[in-house]
């Protein structure tokens, strides 16, 4: 199995950028495997298998990109309450953040990477969970970025209580 990268582009691209970037991952070696543009937070996510140069991905997608090896998942948080934001971003955001999550302000929207091979997404849900039950407000959690079948996996596996393998999943055979 192929290496996966996952690319965080810095403004959300058209389709036809997403296919003139799929044209060169093929030239070089690799192959794109998902894209998502996400215009709410001006970023598109992608999931490059194989080889990868950083620096040309760069130059051809035209802006700052970061790279995640694994692939991170990145999701924006919508708290009902205003005082809930600030409650995220202290837990979240800050110097006691989980290892491998990261949490900045996108327009106007709170944006969360999760490195899951590090912190489990569970972990981190039950964290935004235990900041926001003071204030009984809720989230929006929605996901901005393509994640691969192991994350699906292991989020499924966490939510049932019981261990799984990608081939019970029935999205994986299709």
């Known amino acids: 199995m192929d290496a996966l990268t996952g690319v965080r582009a810095e403004r959300a691209l058209d389709d036809e950028m997403r296919e003139a970037f799929a044209a060169w991952c093929e030239r070089g070696g690799g192959t794109l495997r998902a894209w998502r543009a996400a215009s ?4 598109t996510f992608a999931v490059v ?3 990868l140069d950083e620096h040309a991905a760069e130059r051809i997608l035209d802006c700052v990109v970061h790279f995640d090896r694994p692939p991170a998942m990145y999701v924006s948080l919508e708290p009902s309450a205003v005082r809930g ?3 995220l971003e202290a837990a979240l955001g ?7 999550v990261c949490l900045e302000r996108r327009n ?8 899951t091979e590090r912190t489990p997404y569970a972990v981190v849900r039950d964290l935004i969970g235990l900041e926001l039950a003071p204030t009984g407000s809720g989230c929006a959690v929605r996901l901005l970025s393509p994640i691969d079948l192991r994350t699906v996996v292991g989020i499924a596996a966490d939510g049932l209580g ?10 994986a055979r299709l």
């Open 85 to 87: 934001s600030a409650l």
């Open 162 to 171: 019981a261990p799984i393998s990608a081939h019970d999943v029935l999205e």
């Open 40 to 43: 709410t937070v001006a970023c």
């Open 94 to 100: 800050g110097r006691g953040a989980p290892d491998g």
């Open 49 to 51: 298998a194989g080889a």
């Open 108 to 115: 106007g929207l709170l944006m969360l990477r999760v490195a």
